[in-house]
C-alpha cells in the first residue's frame, strides 16, 4: 500500500476478547481482506480472525485491549481503527392518553352491536360509556363525577 491513506475500519461492535470492524472502503476486495487476515493472525494476542469480503467484516477473536491490535494494524499498513458514527434518530414524544383508547375502544364495540341490530341495550350502553370516559360530557359538569 505504500504511502497510501490507510482504511478506515470502524468499529461495529466489540466486548472483551471479540471485536467486529467494518472497512467499508475495501467492500467486496478478496484480495485485501485475504492479506489483513493474514497480517492480523501474525499479530500478538489475535486467537482468530475471520473476513467477509463481500461485507467488509472482519471479525477478531483477541486477548489484551482491542487498542493493542489497532495500533499493530495500523503500522502493518492495513487500517486505521475508528468509531462507528451513533446514529441518532429524532422522534417525536407521542402521548396517548389511555382512556382516549378505552373510549374509542367501546366507540368501535357499539358500532359492532348496531351492525348486529342490537342498538338497545348493547349499543346504546356502550355509546354511553365510551363519551363518559372519552370526556365528552359529565354529569357533574367538571368532567369527573368521582368514579
Do not use: C
Amino acid at each position: 500500500m505504500g504511502d497510501a491513506i490507510l482504511p478506515l475500519a470502524q468499529v461495529a461492535h466489540a466486548m472483551p476478547g471479540r471485536a467486529r470492524l467494518r472497512i467499508a472502503d475495501r467492500r467486496g476486495d478478496a484480495a485485501y481482506f485475504a492479506s489483513v487476515s493474514k497480517a492480523l493472525s501474525a499479530i500478538a494476542g489475535v486467537r482468530a480472525v475471520e473476513v467477509a469480503p463481500m461485507t467488509g467484516s472482519v471479525l477478531i477473536q483477541h486477548s489484551g485491549p482491542l487498542a493493542r491490535i489497532g495500533v499493530a494494524a495500523q503500522e502493518a499498513r492495513l487500517f486505521v481503527v475508528g468509531e462507528a458514527p451513533q446514529i441518532t434518530r429524532e422522534t417525536a414524544e407521542i402521548s396517548i392518553d389511555p382512556k382516549i383508547v378505552a373510549a374509542l375502544a367501546l366507540f368501535a364495540a357499539a358500532l359492532w352491536q348496531m351492525s348486529k341490530e342490537r342498538v338497545w341495550p348493547p349499543a346504546i350502553t356502550l355509546l354511553w360509556y365510551a363519551t363518559r370516559l372519552g370526556g365528552v360530557w359529565s354529569l357533574d359538569g367538571d368532567g369527573d363525577n368521582g368514579e
